[in-house]
């Protein structure tokens, strides 16, 4: 891989993972009208006062927010990408069979699989 091409990776890991997760946050947290779950979820805490409680909240859905970008960014083409399976099976990521894998994350992995606090606002749904 040369400069060119490693260059060109950061650009799009950044772009389209690392920022478009930052700006997600940000209308969460600064757009008063928005009326998601989970800003909901962050009014509700921030106006609570408990610091802690606001910022254990944030982490855990900033961390999913930026793992949903990456696997999207996968969803879409960005990154072709392959799993190696434990029996030594390479998995194309990037298949049409596949293309959901920012939707199975957020709807379901991360609850089954996490064994760190993780909120579902498909309850609420």
Not at 23 to 40: E, R
Not at 45 to 70: H, L, P, R
Request: negative net charge.
């Amino acid at each position: 891989m040369t400069q060119e091409e490693i260059a060109q990776f950061a650009k799009l890991l950044v772009r389209h993972v690392r920022d478009a997760a930052i700006k997600s946050a940000d209308v969460q947290l600064y757009a008063h009208n928005m009326n998601s779950p989970i800003a909901k979820r962050w009014r509700s805490k921030k106006e609570s006062g408990d610091i802690d409680q606001f910022a254990e909240e944030v982490i855990a859905d900033c961390v999913d927010n930026t793992i949903f970008y990456f696997l999207l960014a996968i969803d879409e083409g960005l990154f072709k990408t392959s799993f190696t399976a434990p029996n030594g099976n390479d998995i194309p990521l990037t298949d049409d069979i596949i293309g959901e894998l920012g939707g199975w994350y957020m709807g379901e992995w991360r609850s089954e699989y996490s064994e760190e606090r993780c909120s579902s606002d498909l309850d609420d749904m």
